[in-house]
């Protein structure tokens, strides 16, 4: 397990994005190029090979499409074989858990179909689809990933049944992959990302979360979706390719259905909608200085900072996971900045850091001193604890233009603009 601000042949580790059977992934910093990449790292397993990861490299480096994700360098450090790749926000499982619009659902599944059909008119079957492998990007630019069991498919294949166990098809388990295997596949990806339900085996129609996928797409994308998971893989679309071309023309259909759905609406949200900006526009200008909110909650696109534990305006938690920051590093455990020559993260009580230097970088952010009579050492507004010994910030911060603060953990609040308390998340009384 690579440490947060270990220097790693040229890479920095920033943190870890992900874990699974093969591999780590870890954010990290290219400290030739200046950039950030998404680091592959093999577990230390007597069953995995270096042969295994040549695979992928091979597999990947045959596909040239924008919605798959490009490998940028593989080399090994020490003994171990590393793949970099281009880093997203996050990852389309991270998405489906927040509300998507009709037409954005539509988008992000052309995307993935586009992907995977590439894959299959390269005669590559990924063996491994789930929302997880698709990452995204700014500009909601969709990528697919992780060749790690991707097969090319001959004219007899012979393969284990990996993949995962919620989205894999019947024959693969059994440990015979075809391009039906991947239609399965997707087919309850897309089904997931429309309904919000993951079905769950046998599989039988109409499954779990039917109605709203009937009621948001209509009946052409059920019937695609419900052709993509039959039982027989002779029942579904032959690959990925026949899938898509099938999904484009419904998805015309859709559109059109879905233009004059949003024409009636139109007028009844509209209004509501143009409210909350110049809510935000407002808050903005009174506040955004003071607070640092110059991100967006990733429920309700409201203004955030990322010191803030909740959203004020919807009451989400972490509202910004993953998010730019503006320090040099980030904590592996809550995902929030913090600066090199801390010991702990401020914002979450999490373990300590690899101490890189013994200097010590000014700020400007810096207001207030540690409490602490042993410690002493600068403060910026709002942490919970002592980035230098750990101890918990007592004095409840306020909030400059406010004299409002939260009845439950006393800090700063702005009643006047927020529901909820963006440090504890109770609800704000007006």
Excluded at 54 to 68: F, G, K, Q, S, Y
Excluded at 338 to 356: P, Q
Aim: with cysteine; aromatic share 10%; charged share 30%.
């Amino acid at each position: 397990m690579l440490r947060v601000r270990q220097k790693f042949g040229k890479y920095r580790i920033l943190g870890r994005i992900a874990s699974g059977p093969l591999a780590t992934v870890y954010k990290a910093a290219d400290t030739i190029h200046k950039t950030r990449v998404a680091l592959k790292v093999p577990k230390s397993d007597d069953n995995i090979t270096h042969e295994d990861f040549l695979h992928e490299v091979h597999i990947a480096t045959r596909l040239d499409h924008p919605n798959i994700l490009s490998v940028l360098d593989a080399n090994y450090i020490g003994d171990k074989f590393v793949i970099a790749m281009e880093l997203g926000s996050e990852s389309l499982a991270d998405r489906i858990e927040r509300r998507t619009s009709t037409e954005r659902s539509l988008d992000l599944a052309d995307q993935a179909l586009a992907a995977l059909a590439h894959a299959h008119e390269k005669k590559i079957i990924h063996c491994d689809i789930k929302p997880e492998n698709f990452i995204l990007f700014p500009g909601n630019r969709l990528k697919m990933a992780d060749f790690g069991f991707a097969k090319v498919s001959l004219r007899t294949l012979k393969a284990s049944g990996s993949g995962t166990i919620d989205y894999i098809s019947p024959e693969q388990a059994m440990g015979r992959p075809k391009f039906q295997s991947d239609v399965f596949s997707i087919a309850l990806v897309l089904y997931r990302l429309f309904s919000g339900k993951l079905p769950e085996w046998p599989y039988k129609w109409p499954m779990i979360g039917h109605e709203r996928l009937r009621a948001r797409f209509g009946p052409e994308i059920s019937n695609m979706l419900r052709k993509g998971t039959e039982l027989d893989p002779a029942d579904r679309y032959r690959n990925a390719i026949e899938m898509y071309a099938a999904f484009r023309r419904i998805r015309r259909i859709a559109e059109k259905r879905q233009g004059k759905t949003s024409k009636r609406k139109t007028t009844t949200s509209k209004n509501g909608a143009a409210w909350r900006k110049l809510q935000w526009r407002e808050f903005q200008k009174q506040f955004k200085k003071e607070l640092g909110t110059d991100q967006e909650c990733r429920r309700c696109n409201g203004p955030v900072a990322e010191c803030m534990q909740a959203c004020p305006w919807c009451g989400v938690d972490h509202p910004t996971p993953r998010s730019e920051t503006k320090m040099p590093a980030v904590c592996p455990r809550c995902e929030r900045g913090v600066k090199t020559d801390w010991h702990y993260c401020a914002w979450c009580f999490g373990k300590g850091f690899e101490v890189e230097t013994t200097r010590r970088f000014p700020d400007k952010r810096y207001s207030s001193k540690c409490a602490n009579h042993k410690c002493r050492e600068p403060l910026m507004p709002f942490m919970r604890y002592c980035p230098w010994c750990k101890v918990k910030i007592k004095k409840p911060w306020k909030i400059a233009g406010s004299k409002d603060k939260c009845p439950s953990c006393k800090w700063g609040i702005v009643s006047e603009f927020w529901k909820f308390c963006a440090w504890c998340s109770s609800p704000v009384k007006h």
